[in-house]
Each structure stands twice: as C-alpha cells, then as structure tokens.
Nanobody, 117 residues
Framework: QVQLVESGGGLVQPGGSLRLSCAASGSIFGFYAVGWYRQTPGKQRELVAERNIFGTTNYADSVKDRFTISRDSAKNTVYLQMNSLRPEDTAVYYC???????????WGQGTQVTVSS
C-alpha cells in the first residue's frame, strides 16, 4: 500500500512560481509512472505532467515550457515546479503513482493552487 501526500500549494500572483511536492509513504521506485493531475469544479480531472519508467515525460499543452516534473528517488518524492503561473492554472492538484500502465494507481488527497492578483 502506498500513500501519497501533496504539499506546496497556496495563493500566488499571476507570473509567480510554486513548487508542489508529493511524498510517498512506500517506495515508488520501479513504478511504471508518476505524475500530476488537476481538477476544477465541474470539470474532469486532467493530466498536467507524467513521467514513466522509460524516462518519457508528457505535459499538457497548456503547461509546456512552464511546468517541470521531477523526482527524487532517495526521498521518494515527486515534484512539480510551476513557473509563469496564470489564473487558469487555478485548481486542486493531485499526485498519482501507478505500478503498471493498466491500473488506476494511487492518488493523493490534493493541494489547492490559486493564481490571483
């Protein structure tokens, strides 16, 4: 069983930066993929960034060149560096880890990011 805990969300002005962290209670080393998703009220949860075991990283078009996903295997933690934030980035951000490509995987409880002046 793996538990994921996100942190680092908050209120930031447009153009600002935040770094989200996702700490895993169990080892996620060797998992097929780890990633970040986000959700706003009334909308489906959407992919923000995901990195798989082959080193391939997928980003939503809306965040390319602004967001960067990374992981620290020693700390069992996944990060999302968010730069040049926009009001439309406002959402609850969730961390996800999957052992295989076929499973739903584990989700964190989410962290709120609000971009507003």
């Amino acid at each position: 069983q793996v538990q994921l805990v996100e942190s680092g969300g908050g209120l930031v002005q447009p153009g600002g930066s935040l770094r989200l962290s996702c700490a895993a209670s169990g080892s996620i080393f060797g998992f097929y993929a780890v990633g970040w998703y986000r959700q706003t009220p009334g909308k489906q949860r959407e992919l923000v960034a995901e990195r798989n075991i082959f080193g391939t990283t997928n980003y939503a078009d809306s965040v390319k060149d602004r967001f960067t996903i990374s992981r620290d295997s020693a700390k069992n933690t996944v990060y999302l560096q968010m730069n040049s934030l926009r009001p439309e980035d406002t959402a609850v951000y969730y961390c996800r880890a999957r052992r295989t490509s076929a499973e739903a995987g584990y989700w964190g409880q989410g962290t709120q990011v609000t971009v507003s002046s």
